[in-house]
């Protein structure tokens, strides 16, 4: 199920790519990046167990087992891989599926990846810690922002982050905005939306939660 955003609660499969170019340090998959315990958690994970190279074909099959419309591909930053996911996402869109990319915003889809998916853009603000120069690519979210249907997710915390979020919007000319509490269980999530969801609506912007883990709690592989 697409926990978060425009398409909350649809049924979907999820691809999930190794690798990120940014180092949040909340980050709610750091097993797909971070190798030397950066992040919150401190925990150095291993990519020779979380990492495994899989031929297009054989993602494709396992995913069609799944009978569901809309296929999820996150990561890390799955954009980092875009030149060797377009075949797959080729072949995903010509049976029919609708796909979805998650991407953190700083890297520039190619145009013929673009026409197949909707993009999920989720920029990261302050305080993710990292760098503004790492975080925010004008180029990357001035082409994403003019993409049709492109989303843009912001994780928050504080009505300081909305004023943040405010900033990028009007600097980007973004349309479409959701605002995510930032946490990973379900006292968390409810706290930081009591905060944010009033001054979100207010400013016309869209609010979302994070359904996966209201149902499942922060488990992998849901
Ligand atoms: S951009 Fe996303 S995947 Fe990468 S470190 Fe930040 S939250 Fe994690």
Request: charged share 25%; glycine share 10%.
């Amino acid at each position: 199920m697409q926990g978060e955003g425009p398409s909350i609660g649809r049924r979907c499969a999820f691809v999930r790519l190794g690798g990120c170019n940014l180092s949040c340090r909340w980050c709610d998959t750091p097993y797909t990046w971070d190798w030397t315990g950066v992040g919150d958690s401190g925990v150095a994970y291993d990519p020779r167990s979380e990492l495994h190279a899989m031929p297009y074909p054989e993602i494709r099959d396992r995913l069609a087992a799944y009978n569901v419309p809309l296929i999820v591909i996150s990561g890390g930053e799955p954009l980092n891989q875009q030149t060797r996911l377009y075949p797959l996402v080729q072949e995903l869109h010509g049976s029919g599926h609708k796909i979805e990319i998650e991407t953190n915003g700083t890297i520039i889809p190619e145009p013929d990846l673009a026409d197949l998916v909707r993009f999920n853009v989720s920029p990261k603000l302050r305080h993710s810690g990292d760098p503004e120069s790492k975080r925010i690519v004008a180029r990357a979210l001035e082409v994403l922002a003019t993409l049709p249907g492109a989303a843009f997710k912001f994780v928050c915390r504080t009505l300081a982050d909305l004023d943040e979020v405010g900033a990028l919007v009007e600097r980007y000319g973004i349309g479409s905005v959701w605002v995510m509490p930032q946490g990973r269980n379900r006292g968390e999530l409810e706290q930081t939306l009591a905060v944010l969801s009033d001054a979100t609506i207010s400013r016309g912007w869209n609010l979302t939660t994070r359904l996966h883990i209201m149902v499942w709690g922060d488990r992998r592989g849901v």
